[in-house]
Every structure is written in C-alpha cells, then in structure tokens.
C-alpha cells in the first residue's frame, strides 16, 4: 500500500490527506491513496485519556472538553467520521476572514474518534479490495484491541516468530499503547517479611491498617485539666463508625461525634491538617456504583478490590470475572475500572499487615519503645530494627550486594538516602583503609539531606514565610529605634505568639516593657536541666514572675503549691494552641511533670530521622557495641562551636570568602559562605558526649560564659589554634558532573538566512517584548506593529521602557491583520547567533537550535610559527548527546581541525585544576566556560557562596597554568589521570 519509489512517495505525500479520508467514507481509493491515509492517521492517533491520571487535571480536563466539542460537531452535521468534518473544515479554510471554530489542526481528538474512523475506512476500501484489506492484515494472528494493554513480546507463543504486522496487524500498529503498570520486579520488599513483597496501598487491608494506627495515635486535650488522652473503646468504636465509607472526617466533625466542646484539641490536630483520612477505597467505590457497595460481604469486598488492583489481567478479563463471580452490570463493570484507587505501595507485606491487624483493632500502637507490652508489633511476634541481630564486616559492604538479613537496615527504595549511604561508604572505606577501623563514629546529617523533594519544598516555602516574619519584627523594631539584632527579633516573635501577654501571669505587656528591662525570655523547661534553647521552649514573662519561676518547671513551681494559678497557666497556654498560635510540643513542655537530664542527653544523642537512622544503622555494620555509633540531633552543635570560640575561624582566614560575607550577617548567624564550616561541624560533632553535655549543664546552671565569663574547658591544649592550622590545610573535594544530562539546547528552533550567522525564528505576536519588536525581519508587518503601539500609546526610544501587559493588549485585543486581511498570528524575528547547531545529524528534515550548557571543554596544545599555543574546543550538551548516539566517547581527544595537537585535559563541571594564579599556587572548580569569547571560568575550591555571588577567576587555554587533578575521599591530592 506505500510505493518504494521515492518520486512515487513523494508525490503521495503531496496529496491531500483531508480531501482522501473524507472521499474514502464512501469512494474506492487506490491502493497508495489508502495507505496515505492509513499514515496520516498514523501521525494523529488522538488523545486517549489516562482517566486516573487525568481526573482533577485542569489541562486534560479542557482537552476532554475540546474531544467532546468534535464529536457532537460530527453528530450535528450529520458527518460519518471525523475526518469528513477535518476535510470540510480544511476545503473552507480563508486566512483571509477568520471564523471560530473553522480550524483543522490543533484539534483535540479522542483515540475513539479515529477508531471509529478506521473502522468505517476499512470496511469500505475493503469492498473494492477485498484480496488485500483482508481482516487478519487488519488485526493480525492476536487480534484488535481497543484498551492499553501489556506488550506482547516476539519469544511469546502467541508470537509463533512473527512479524508486529503479522502478530497485531495495520490496526495495532497504528492504535497500540503498552499499559502504564509496576512490574513485580521493581516492587520493594516487606519490612518485616523478607521475602514477601509490599502490598498495594489500593488494598482494603493496607488501608484498614493506616487507619487504625491513626486512631490508635490519637489523643485528645482535656480544656478542664489541660491533660491529653488516649481514645476509649468507646470512643475508638464511634470514630471507625465515622470513618466507615468516608473519604475523610474533619476534627471539628470528630469533636461532635464524642460530644466535645470546641474547646477540645487533638495532638493530631496541627499545622495545616484538618483531618484524618478515611476508608476512601470503599468510599470511592460506593460514590461509582452506589450504596450498595456497602452491603457486600467484607471479604467479598476485599477480593474485588484486589481483581481491580491485579495489573497482570486484561481489563477485559476483569470485566468478566466482575460480572461472572459478583454479578455486576455491565455499567457497573464500566464504572469500577474507572475508580481511582490509591496508587503506590506501603512499606509492609499483606502477610505481616494481616498479622497485626488483629492487635491494631484490640488498641495497641504499631510500635512503642518505651512500653513494649503495648505494642502491635512485639504482640505480632515481630521485633523492632533496632532488636535484630546484625552481621560484622571489615569495611561498609556495596547496598545492591546486601541481603536483607545482614542488617537492620531494611530496603532502602529512596534515592536521596541511598545516594547519601553511597558516598558515605566511599569515604568512611577511604578511612579505614589507610587509619585502620575508627573507635567510634558520630553522626549529624544536614538538614536539607533528611528529607525528600516534597518535603524540603514544603520546608522551604515555611524558612521563607518565617523570614518574612523575621523581617517584619525587625522593621517594627527598629520603628521603635532600637537595633533589630537576632535575640530581640526573637523575642518579638514570642511576644507576638502570646498575644502580646504574660503566660505566666495573664497581664499584657506593652512594646516598651517588651524592650524595656521589665520582660525576659524564660525556658519553659529551665535549660541548665535540659539543654534545650530552641523557640518551642522559650515564652516571654514579666521580670517578677521568671524571678519566682527560676529553675523549676511550671508543673514543680505551681502545681504544689498554687494549683489554681498552674490551672490558669495551663488554660492560657491551651488558648493559645486552640488559636494554633502555639505549637503542640511546646504547649506539652507546660504539662511535663518529670525533667531528667540524662533522658534529655539521650535524645541529643539519638536523631530518629530516617536517614540518620538508616546512616547509623549502615556504619553499626563495623562495631559490635551500639554505643559505637551515634546520630546525634546537633541542636547543640552551635552552643559548642561558640564555647570553643570556632565561630570565627574562618573570616580569620585571608582565603576565605567567609570574611567577606561576615559584614552580612545578623549576631550569631553562622557563616556558610565557606565549605570548610561543615568540618568544624564535624570536629564539634565528633566531640560531642554525654560527659561534655553533662558538663555545659552544669556551666549553665552556674550562669555560664553569657553571666560570668566560664565557658567549657578545651578539649585539648592548644585547641582553637589547632583547629584553626588543620582546617586551613583542608583540600574541598567536589563530585565533577560528567553525566550528559539535563536540557540539551533551547525550546526555540531557527530558520536558515542567506546571512551567514543570520538565523530567523517565530513567535506570536502578542508575546513580543520590546526589543524583539525590533528584530521583526518583514518591514511591512514591522510598521503595522509599531502603528499599533503608537496608536496605544506605547512608544519606542531612548530611556523608554514600555509595559509588557500592555503591549500584550495592545497587539492582541483586536487581533492584527495585513491589509489584504489575512490575521497576523506570529512574526519572524532576526537573531545573530555564532552557537546555533543543526539538531540532528542527518540533513532529511533538519532543525537548527541553540545548545544548551557546555558539558565539557578540551585544552589541546600545538606550535604555531614556533610558538606553543594553546585553544580550548567547547563541546555543548547537545553535541556529547550526539557523539554517545554514535556510539562515540563523549569526550574526544582529537583536535577537530589540527590532527597534529596534543590533547592536554578536558574539564567537566566541578572538575578541578591546580593553578598558578598570579604568582600563587590556587585549588580551583571549573564552573562553566564562555565558547564566544574563549574564557574559562573558576571559582575556589572553598567557595561555598551560590554561583552568582561567588568571585570568579577567568582564564583562557592560552592563559591558563594549571594541572588537572583530583582531591579524593580523604583530602589528598593526585593528579588527574587525563
């Protein structure tokens, strides 16, 4: 049905597409004349909706809107396909005079819609052709389909060793889409049965087990006590009642259902959650097929709910088994497959949720370390991670060649921490190699690392709402003319928490008492006896009653002796965490009955963060004792950098960009324009123990370095001047990025000119700055745009800055027009551009864009004239995407026009040189390079600024006396092996 002649080919594609599906409906086509219709439906296979994907998506939402349009044009018309209605559209077409609707391309249509059409197509042709347009050429051995389905591969019996036409024939080749699904080899493994997989989160089971350890986690604030506690069985029974085929219930809903007041608070109840999630599987699907879905049989139910979630059948196999076992109508069959149940997978197998849930239902929490009778987990005969035996190695052991029961580890299925664990292993190896196996290992992990993407954005969106905050309490005090340094903004912040009141004693406090020597910062919980100088435990009082306080906890100040003043202390402090102007934890801290310090040097001692767990568990694997290895928090890191005066070591340093930036910062922020802070960090956070915090505790107590000048003993003689002679020794070590990755060149495409240099491309109108007015290459539609503009007022010239909005007014609203008529739409604009590249290597159907970054450059020396010279060839992400395409190395070592130059080195993004730089011998970072003018752009090798503030050291090829080299795990520099 398609010619191999190319001229014949050619000459095909020449004809119209349009005027050939709308004659093949009901006229004989030739063979060719078919099969060009066959390869432009090929080309416009329509939208087929994804409906999980696409249900609450604004985008398809309009698509599916825009198909449903098109269908009743056809049924309205009273057209067969359509194509029909694309051909009479196509037929009337007048650029000249423009009408709604009288489009033919950007249409949305629906993969159904041009079904239907090949149907209709090949039923007819197939009358005038009957020996060729047979039925197995149009659904081959295996049959149509209309469904997205599981490829079939070539090895599979079906196949029998055919061909795809053969197999699946014209129709699959053209409509065939492989079905979006997990495949059972990607799908994690339990927790806590090793060798089962993890269950669905769409599973009725799964879901059961989440939400009976929410309710199990519950607790509710009494107003009348301020005490908070556990639901009943009573209650616990009421609240699965009210979640029973509910989507979600609110806590004010939760409240009515126990009877409470509004008064009453659940620990759940913080930040932005409004609620708990229900059972939204059975909601879902009762919201499909109606209420009787909740007369069904509970494990009836779960068995349906599992045949919905099975991705190895067929959905033409699930309809019939639905409407065979269960009974269902073929609507209701219809409406199942589209329910939306949860995607994903939990983090345990349904083996070990069906051997917890009965404890979860009598009550118990999943885990609780400190009361392990009360345990769902212990009760199921399972152990904790942190209880199972481990195995010894003499070096960290490769994550992909571990078994599951080698540590208390677990899968780790996040990238972000196995990516963490994979460097930790190079350098914690690199250590033991050369220094022998440690005695012990403290750990503290970067904030931004402990958490994931969504996490850190949310965390991200909180510093910036909170800075505003900051800054907004400055301003106010500096309106009362004082200095807005870091302690008085934070006391500000409390104040304005407080509701600008005493919570110790009720009685407002003015600003002028706030800053007046008549109001303190007071610990909660005192900090001599629990270390703790974080926000959540501090508030504002009057002088008098932080006096009468002192070194006691609300609870032993009042409850004794006063405890109607404590019940009023409580209520203020329940107030304000029912106007959530007062976080849950720190409200806990007014209830506490019991302060030991040594539970509190615990905790400092043990970060429970994920990743600090799984990098504590993973280093444990060298260490027979636990105690080897710690995670500490690091709340206390900054208390013990300031004792040992290591606050300022860097700006002392003359090569430190740190010293730089210490004019920017606010009292007691630490200065991180400098890497090297991070292993002052870790020196700290090495000589962090429990002996040295039981020693600050006791400095605190006695009024510390802020009252009387005693600051913690050093650790060793010489310290401050120790540290400070190693940490100016210490080489940064960088990841270089050779990967090809990323965007390989801009989004725009350009035209060939006759100018060489000269590339044109398009635009619409409407989207035009004010420079590219300028740079539109036909004059006539030039002047009309800057007739346009004059006439609104928009003007060009020196010093003039015209308003993009209303530019965009103007050049839309009403839209422009040559003079013959004929809409201007979009515009050519003229660049002059040196990088622009053709996009693919062959030259049929050639794109030219412009490169995106360079990936790498290569230094080649040659003699010219008798004089060494040295030139760089910058080599775009584009063209090393190209070069591994061929099969070619990304990197080549042949100068592309001088065979006889020696290659030198190539440099990657974050690769370093040793350089002489003006008579001094520097670490550099290759940042990135500048192909037009030549330069190559360094930063130094501690330079921990963002890139755009960062001083860069430019040199070129010729310029540049440098070495490549390599600063490995531990510090140490080699030369490179290029």
Same mark, same amino acid.
């Given at each position: 049905?398609?010619p191999?002649?190319?001229?014949?080919?050619?000459?095909?594609?020449?004809?119209?597409?349009?005027?050939l599906?709308?004659?093949?409906?009901?006229?004989r086509?030739?063979?060719?004349?078919?099969?060009?219709?066959?390869?432009?439906?090929?080309?416009?296979?329509?939208?087929?909706?994804?409906?999980?994907?696409?249900r609450g998506?604004?985008?398809?939402?309009? +698509?599916?809107?825009?198909v449903k349009h098109?269908?009743?044009?056809?049924s309205s018309?009273g057209?067969a396909?359509?194509?029909?209605l694309?051909?009479?559209?196509?037929?009337?077409?007048?650029h000249?005079?423009?009408?709604?609707d009288?489009?033919?391309r950007?249409?949305?249509?629906?993969r159904?819609?041009?079904?239907?059409e090949?149907?209709?197509l090949?039923?007819?042709q197939?009358?005038?052709?009957?020996q060729?347009?047979?039925d197995?050429?149009?659904?081959?051995?295996?049959?149509?389909?209309?469904e997205?389905?599981?490829?079939?591969p070539?090895?599979?019996?079906?196949?029998?060793g055919l061909?795809?036409?053969e197999?699946f024939?014209?129709?699959?080749?053209?409509?065939?889409?492989r079905?979006m699904?997990?495949?059972?080899?990607?799908?994690g493994?339990?927790?806590?049965?090793s060798?089962e997989?993890?269950c669905?989160?769409?599973?009725?089971?799964?879901?059961?087990?989440?939400?009976?350890?929410?309710?199990?986690?519950?607790?509710?604030?009494?107003p009348d006590?301020?005490?908070?506690y556990?639901?009943?069985p009573?209650?616990?029974?009421?609240l699965?009642?009210l979640?029973?085929?509910?989507?979600?219930?609110?806590?004010?809903q939760?409240?009515?259902?126990?009877?409470?007041?509004d008064s009453?608070?659940?620990?759940?109840e913080?930040?932005?959650?409004a609620?708990?999630?229900?059972f939204?599987?059975?909601?879902?699907i009762?919201k499909?097929?109606?209420?009787s879905?909740h007369a069904r049989?509970e494990g009836?139910k779960?068995?349906?709910?599992?045949?919905?979630l099975?991705?190895?059948?067929?959905e033409?196999?699930v309809?019939?088994?639905?409407?065979?076992?269960?009974?269902?109508?073929?609507?209701?069959?219809?409406?199942?497959?589209?329910?939306?149940?949860?995607?994903?997978?939990?983090?345990l197998?349904?083996?070990?949720i069906?051997?917890?849930?009965?404890?979860l239902?009598?009550?118990?929490?999943?885990?609780s370390?400190?009361?392990p009778?009360?345990?769902?987990?212990h009760a199921?005969?399972?152990?904790?991670r942190?209880?199972l035996?481990r195995?010894?190695f003499?070096?960290?052991?490769?994550?992909?060649?571990?078994?599951?029961g080698?540590?208390r580890?677990?899968?780790?299925?996040?990238?972000v921490v196995r990516?963490?664990?994979?460097?930790?292993?190079?350098?914690?190896?690199a250590?033991?190699?050369?220094?022998?196996?440690?005695?012990?290992v403290h750990?503290?992990?970067?904030r931004?690392?402990?958490?994931?993407s969504?996490?850190?954005?949310?965390?991200a969106?909180?510093?910036?709402?909170?800075?505003?905050?900051?800054e907004r309490?400055?301003?106010?005090?500096r309106?009362l003319?004082?200095?807005?340094?870091?302690?008085g903004v934070?006391?500000y912040l409390?104040w304005?928490?407080q509701?600008h009141?005493?919570?110790?004693?009720?009685k407002?406090?003015s600003?002028?008492?706030?800053?007046?020597?008549?109001?303190?910062?007071d610990h909660?919980?005192?900090?001599?006896?629990c270390?703790?100088?974080?926000q959540?435990?501090?508030?504002?009082?009057?002088?008098?009653?932080?006096?009468?306080?002192g070194?006691?906890?609300p609870?032993?100040?009042?409850?004794?002796?006063?405890?109607?003043?404590?019940?009023?202390?409580?209520?203020?402090a329940?107030?304000?965490l029912?106007?959530?102007? +007062?976080?849950?934890?720190?409200?806990?801290?007014?209830?506490q009955?019991?302060?030991?310090?040594?539970?509190f040097?615990?905790?400092?001692?043990?970060d429970?963060?994920?990743?600090t767990?799984?990098t504590?568990?993973?280093?444990?694997?060298?260490?027979?004792?636990?105690h080897?290895?710690?995670?500490?928090?690091?709340?206390?890191?900054?208390?013990l950098r300031?004792?040992?005066?290591?606050?300022t070591?860097?700006q002392?340093?003359?090569?430190?960009?740190?010293w730089?930036?210490q004019?920017?910062?606010?009292?007691?922020?630490k200065?991180?324009?400098?890497?090297?802070?991070h292993?002052?960090?870790a020196?700290v956070v090495?000589?962090t123990?429990?002996?040295?915090?039981?020693?600050?505790?006791?400095?605190?107590?006695?009024?510390?370095a802020?009252?009387?000048?005693?600051?913690?003993?050093?650790?060793?003689?010489?310290?401050?001047?120790?540290v400070?002679r190693?940490v100016?020794?210490?080489?940064?070590?960088?990841?270089?990025e050779r990967?090809v990755?990323?965007?390989l060149?801009?989004e725009?495409?350009?035209?060939?000119?006759?100018?060489p240099?000269?590339?044109?491309?398009?635009?619409?109108?409407?989207?035009?700055?004010?420079?590219?007015?300028?740079?539109?290459?036909?004059?006539?539609?030039?002047r009309i745009?800057?007739?346009?503009?004059?006439?609104?007022g928009?003007?060009?010239?020196?010093?003039?800055?015209?308003?993009?909005?209303?530019?965009?007014?103007?050049?839309s609203?009403?839209p422009?027009?040559?003079?013959?008529?004929?809409?201007?739409?979009?515009?050519?604009?003229?660049k002059?551009?040196?990088?622009?590249?053709p996009?693919r290597?062959?030259?049929q159907?050639?794109?030219?864009?412009?490169?995106?970054s360079?990936?790498?450059l290569?230094?080649?020396?040659?003699?010219?004239?008798?004089?060494?010279?040295?030139?760089?060839?910058?080599?775009?992400?584009l063209?090393a995407a190209?070069r591994?395409?061929?099969?070619?190395?990304?990197?080549c070592? +042949?100068?592309p026009?001088?065979?006889?130059?020696v290659?030198?080195?190539?440099?990657?993004?974050?690769e370093?040189v040793?350089?002489?730089?003006?008579?001094?011998?520097?670490?550099?970072v290759?940042k990135?390079?500048?192909?037009?003018?030549g330069?190559i752009?360094f930063?130094?090798?501690?330079?921990?600024r963002?890139?755009?503030?960062q001083?860069?050291?430019?040199a070129?090829?010729?310029?540049?006396?440098?070495r490549?080299v390599v600063v490995?795990?531990?510090?140490k520099i080699r030369?490179?092996n290029?």
């Amino acid at each position: 049905m398609w010619p191999a002649e190319t001229a014949e080919q050619e000459t095909l594609l020449a004809l119209n597409p349009y005027e050939l599906r709308r004659r093949g409906v009901s006229e004989r086509l030739e063979l060719h004349e078919f099969g060009r219709v066959l390869l432009h439906l090929n080309q416009r296979r329509g939208f087929l909706s994804n409906k999980k994907k696409d249900r609450g998506d604004p985008e398809a939402s309009k +698509m599916l809107a825009e198909v449903k349009h098109n269908e009743e044009l056809v049924s309205s018309e009273g057209l067969a396909t359509i194509g029909e209605l694309l051909a009479q559209r196509n037929s009337t077409l007048d650029h000249r005079n423009r009408r709604d609707d009288d489009h033919v391309r950007n249409r949305h249509l629906s993969r159904k819609q041009l079904v239907d059409e090949f149907r209709v197509l090949w039923s007819k042709q197939s009358e005038f052709h009957p020996q060729v347009l047979t039925d197995r050429l149009r659904d081959g051995v295996i049959g149509a389909t209309t469904e997205p389905r599981k490829s079939i591969p070539r090895w599979d019996a079906r196949r029998k060793g055919l061909s795809d036409c053969e197999s699946f024939g014209i129709f699959g080749l053209i409509f065939f889409q492989r079905r979006m699904y997990w495949p059972k080899s990607v799908i994690g493994l339990c927790e806590l049965e090793s060798k089962e997989k993890r269950c669905p989160k769409g599973d009725r089971r799964t879901e059961r087990f989440r939400v009976l350890q929410e309710i199990n986690n519950l607790r509710y604030i009494s107003p009348d006590d301020g005490q908070d506690y556990a639901l009943n069985p009573e209650q616990r029974a009421l609240l699965l009642d009210l979640l029973a085929g509910k989507d979600k219930v609110t806590f004010d809903q939760i409240r009515r259902k126990f009877g409470f007041l509004d008064s009453v608070r659940f620990n759940l109840e913080r930040g932005k959650r409004a609620g708990i999630k229900g059972f939204a599987i059975d909601h879902a699907i009762a919201k499909a097929i109606g209420k009787s879905w909740h007369a069904r049989d509970e494990g009836e139910k779960t068995r349906i709910v599992q045949l919905l979630l099975d991705q190895e059948c067929e959905e033409t196999t699930v309809a019939d088994q639905l409407a065979a076992d269960y009974g269902f109508s073929s609507e209701d069959i219809l409406a199942l497959l589209e329910v939306d149940l949860p995607p994903g997978y939990g983090s345990l197998s349904l083996k070990a949720i069906e051997k917890l849930l009965p404890h979860l239902e009598r009550g118990l929490v999943y885990q609780s370390q400190s009361d392990p009778e009360l345990s769902a987990l212990h009760a199921a005969g399972y152990l904790r991670r942190d209880e199972l035996q481990r195995r010894l190695f003499d070096r960290l052991p490769d994550l992909s060649r571990m078994r599951l029961g080698d540590s208390r580890l677990g899968e780790i299925p996040n990238p972000v921490v196995r990516r963490a664990l994979v460097e930790l292993r190079k350098v914690v190896n690199a250590i033991v190699a050369k220094y022998g196996r440690p005695a012990a290992v403290h750990v503290e992990m970067a904030r931004d690392v402990q958490v994931g993407s969504e996490r850190r954005r949310e965390i991200a969106a909180r510093m910036r709402a909170r800075e505003a905050d900051r800054e907004r309490a400055a301003d106010a005090i500096r309106k009362l003319g004082l200095a807005a340094r870091r302690d008085g903004v934070n006391k500000y912040l409390i104040w304005q928490e407080q509701g600008h009141e005493c919570v110790y004693c009720g009685k407002p406090i003015s600003q002028s008492q706030l800053f007046g020597g008549e109001v303190e910062v007071d610990h909660i919980l005192p900090y001599s006896r629990c270390l703790d100088d974080s926000q959540m435990n501090k508030v504002v009082g009057h002088v008098e009653c932080n006096r009468d306080k002192g070194n006691r906890t609300p609870y032993e100040w009042l409850a004794a002796g006063s405890p109607e003043r404590y019940a009023a202390v409580c209520q203020r402090a329940v107030a304000l965490l029912q106007k959530g102007a +007062m976080p849950y934890p720190k409200y806990k801290r007014f209830l506490q009955k019991e302060l030991d310090l040594d539970k509190f040097i615990a905790r400092q001692l043990t970060d429970t963060g994920y990743i600090t767990r799984a990098t504590v568990e993973y280093l444990r694997l060298l260490f027979e004792k636990e105690h080897a290895v710690l995670g500490l928090k690091g709340q206390l890191t900054a208390e013990l950098r300031w004792q040992w005066g290591l606050n300022t070591i860097l700006q002392e340093l003359p090569d430190s960009p740190a010293w730089s930036e210490q004019a920017e910062l606010t009292a007691g922020e630490k200065n991180r324009a400098d890497h090297r802070h991070h292993a002052i960090d870790a020196l700290v956070v090495a000589l962090t123990n429990r002996s040295r915090l039981y020693k600050l505790s006791e400095l605190v107590r006695r009024g510390g370095a802020r009252t009387h000048g005693e600051v913690l003993i050093d650790p060793w003689p010489d310290f401050r001047e120790s540290v400070a002679r190693r940490v100016r020794e210490i080489k940064v070590s960088h990841r270089p990025e050779r990967k090809v990755r990323g965007a390989l060149h801009e989004e725009t495409l350009y035209g060939v000119t006759p100018v060489p240099g000269e590339w044109v491309s398009r635009k619409r109108v409407e989207d035009l700055s004010s420079a590219e007015v300028e740079r539109i290459r036909d004059p006539g539609i030039k002047r009309i745009v800057l007739q346009r503009l004059s006439e609104r007022g928009i003007h060009f010239g020196r010093g003039a800055k015209p308003d993009s909005k209303k530019m965009r007014e103007a050049l839309s609203n009403p839209p422009l027009a040559m003079p013959s008529g004929v809409p201007i739409k979009k515009v050519r604009l003229v660049k002059q551009e040196l990088t622009i590249q053709p996009l693919r290597d062959s030259h049929q159907d050639q794109a030219y864009v412009k490169p995106g970054s360079t990936h790498h450059l290569c230094i080649f020396e040659y003699e010219e004239r008798g004089k060494r010279k040295r030139e760089a060839t910058f080599v775009t992400m584009l063209e090393a995407a190209k070069r591994l395409k061929r099969g070619e190395p990304a990197i080549c070592r +042949m100068h592309p026009t001088k065979p006889h130059a020696v290659f030198i080195m190539s440099l990657s993004s974050r690769e370093m040189v040793l350089a002489t730089w003006q008579g001094e011998q520097k670490l550099l970072v290759f940042k990135t390079a500048a192909s037009t003018q030549g330069q190559i752009y360094f930063a130094e090798h501690t330079d921990a600024r963002r890139s755009s503030e960062q001083r860069k050291l430019v040199a070129s090829a010729n310029s540049l006396d440098a070495r490549k080299v390599v600063v490995d795990n531990l510090g140490k520099i080699r030369w490179a092996n290029d």
